[in-house]
């Protein structure tokens, strides 16, 4: 009786055992293909499904970035631009098709928008390696954070695991982005609006500190600010000069001008100085500190003298905006090519 109670003790220890391996496995499966929207993103998503991932991003970015600095601020712009409509789902990167129309002729991606050819050259190397596995959605983010790093700028973790939309909404693009003539009451409302607070709003517009912007994006401050018949009162006067010898009344519409004077490759603080001096490129980003009583003043003081608050908060930011309503689990699709949903 012993012997028979002893064998059935290992027994049952035994079918334990293997129901719990058996319930292990199937958890790492899970972790691997979320089942539902409501599965969050990972930084291990592609742990095995795609080991090399970052980089292989990293290979291609990086001499993309060597050839035209100014591509890492076009390439990160790309990513904000993709989820302050309709979430992080790669819509953004759609072109239009008979019947479809995408968000790439908006009013604040049309003759502005670039990098898509940077994007696809990643996408395809990303495919040559791991076909059919990573999303559209995915890659432009980690574009994002790369794209920082190379300019100098602080690192994040990634999260991963999103899909991509099938869909992509014009008038979501033209009416969440908030255009370079905000002021600050609308830019708090839109980031409010997304979920994000005054703190990602400053720290976020310091993205600012590289790339470019053209005469279109700020010519009424030069001549016809708030439709006075004069210039902004907050520019610089000399730096209004410097500007409106490029930027004339009319004419000059695609002429670019760094948004940061003194170091625009480089990711740092010196874009929050500018704001201190007047001497912010957009509108958008100058109200941030000369609004009378502005809650933003503050912050924008911190962040010029403290390079490791910014860069903190920053990457703080940016993994927030990057979980804005992503599509996961068997929502949504791994695009094969970025520019059109699957046939």
């Known amino acids: 009786m012993r012997r028979m109670a002893a064998s059935t003790n290992k027994e049952s220890a035994l ?3 293997l129901v719990a391996l058996h319930l292990s496995l199937f958890s790492s499966c899970v972790s691997a293909h979320p089942p539902s929207s409501s599965f969050p993103l990972s930084p291990t998503f592609y742990a095995y499904s795609c080991p090399n991932l970052l980089s292989i991003v990293r290979g291609v970015l990086s001499r993309a970035v060597e050839r035209e600095p100014r591509m890492a601020a076009s390439l990160l712009r790309l990513h904000f631009h993709d989820c302050f409509v309709m979430g992080c789902d790669g819509s953004v990167l759609l072109d239009d098709q008979p019947g479809f129309t995408g968000e790439k002729t908006s009013n604040p991606n049309r003759n502005s928008a670039r990098g898509f050819e940077v994007v696809d050259d990643v996408k395809a190397a990303v495919e040559s390696a791991c076909p059919g596995v990573v999303s559209c959605a ?6 994002a954070e790369q794209s920082v790093e190379l300019t100098y700028g602080p690192s994040w973790t990634v999260l991963l695991g999103r899909r991509d939309s099938t869909t992509a909404s014009l008038s979501g693009s033209n009416n969440d982005i908030p255009p370079p003539t905000s002021t600050l009451a609308q830019l708090i409302a839109s980031f409010q609006r997304k979920g994000l607070s005054v703190q990602d709003l400053v720290a976020l517009s310091g993205s600012h500190t590289i790339g470019n912007a053209r005469c279109t994006s700020f010519r009424d401050r030069l001549y016809n600010f708030s439709n006075t018949g004069r210039p902004d009162p907050s520019l610089d006067q000399g730096y209004l000069r410097e500007l409106q010898a490029r930027c ?8 670019i001008f760094n948004l940061d004077l003194h170091t625009p490759t480089e990711f740092d603080t010196s874009y929050f100085t500018n704001l201190k001096f007047s001497k912010g490129l957009l509108n958008s980003d100058q109200v941030l500190f000369s609004t009378p009583g502005a809650s933003t003043k503050n912050l924008v003081s911190t962040y010029d003298f403290a390079q490791d608050s910014f860069f903190n908060d920053f990457a703080v930011s940016m993994v927030k905006m990057g979980n804005l309503n992503p599509l996961t689990g068997t929502n949504g699709e791994i695009r094969k090519n970025c520019r059109v949903v699957n046939s």
């Open 248 to 255: 004339p009344p009319s004419g000059g519409d695609n002429n």
């Open 138 to 143: 995915d890659v432009l983010a980690i574009i």
């Open 15 to 17: 079918l334990l055992t």
